[in-house]
């Protein structure tokens, strides 16, 4: 397991911020010179602490972006979360799953075309045995929150 300092979780909150942002750019607001930031950024991504750089596309963009997202709570009754994220993974409409405490067991971000196609993921994935209760909420809209200023 790798351990954060101050500086890593600096960059990575300005990463997630812009993960556009260039490393001179990065070296000032952080403070440092540009050979440790890109020395930082290296080990950070060879740790696998940083696993990617990813563009935010609007669902607004054309009708090939995913119109309908939900956040669907499954209740599992008793089997492993391993078991139930390979068959999940099965379903090209789940965009991520998430393990968590609490009355739910795991949340599964959706994302489809229209209300029919969630309608028949939603079928889908309410079949899986191993899962015993479920809720879904729609999301309607939603605002990115941006890491302040360092």
Known sequence: M?????IDRQLISLLRADARTSV??????????RATIQNRL?????EQVI?????????????TIALVRALMSLELNGCSVSTIKSKL??????????????RWDVIVELQSESLEAFDKILGH?????????????ILLSSQRIKSPEM
């Open 2 to 6: 790798y351990n954060l300092d101050n």
């Open 24 to 33: 001179s750019e990065l070296s000032k607001r952080v403070g440092v010179s």
């Open 42 to 46: 290296n080990r950070l991504e060879k």
């Open 51 to 63: 696993t990617g750089y990813t563009a935010l596309v609007s669902p607004h963009t054309n009708n």
């Open 89 to 102: 993974l099965e379903e090209p409409a789940v965009s991520a799953i998430h393990t968590t405490n609490g």
């Open 125 to 137: 994935i309410r079949d899986i045995p191993e899962i015993t209760h479920s809720e879904t909420s």
